[in-house]
Nanobody
Framework: QVQLVESGGGLVQAGGSLRLSCAASGRTFSNYNMGWFRQAPGKEREFVTAISRNGGTTYYTNSVKGRFTISRDNAKNTVSLQMNSLKPEDTAVYYC?????????????????WGQGTQVTVSS
């Protein structure tokens, strides 16, 4: 089992920044690829970004490229999401997730563990 706990969400004005963190416990953190997903009211959960086990490879959905940065610290068992130039359409509950497999990191289906989510609200 891997337990994931997100933090850092909140209310911010458009153009502002937030940094989300996800703390992992349980099994060896470095064995897992990590992803961030988000779900807005009335919408399906969608992929935001993912990072490989050693942090060497990252993936982003087009709408956040150049604004969001994912990083991880395997010594501290954490994965972070730096969000800059936030837009109202970024408003959602953000979830971190862990995946042991290497394929389809942009799909919710393959992730083994999920956090409880943290709310991000961007006002216009």
């Amino acid at each position: 089992q891997v337990q994931l706990v997100e933090s850092g969400g909140g209310l911010v004005q458009a153009g502002g920044s937030l940094r989300l963190s996800c703390a992992a416990s349980g099994r060896t953190f470095s064995n897992y690829n990590m992803g961030w997903f988000r779900q807005a009211p009335g919408k399906e959960r969608e992929f935001v970004t993912a990072i490989s086990r050693n942090g060497g490879t990252t993936y982003y959905t087009n709408s956040v490229k150049g604004r969001f940065t994912i990083s991880r610290d395997n010594a501290k068992n954490t994965v972070s999401l730096q969000m800059n130039s936030l837009k109202p359409e970024d408003t959602a509950v953000y979830y971190c997730a862990a995946r042991s497999g290497d394929r389809h990191l942009d799909s919710t289906a393959g992730y083994d563990y999920w956090g409880q989510g943290t709310q991000v609200t961007v006002s216009s």
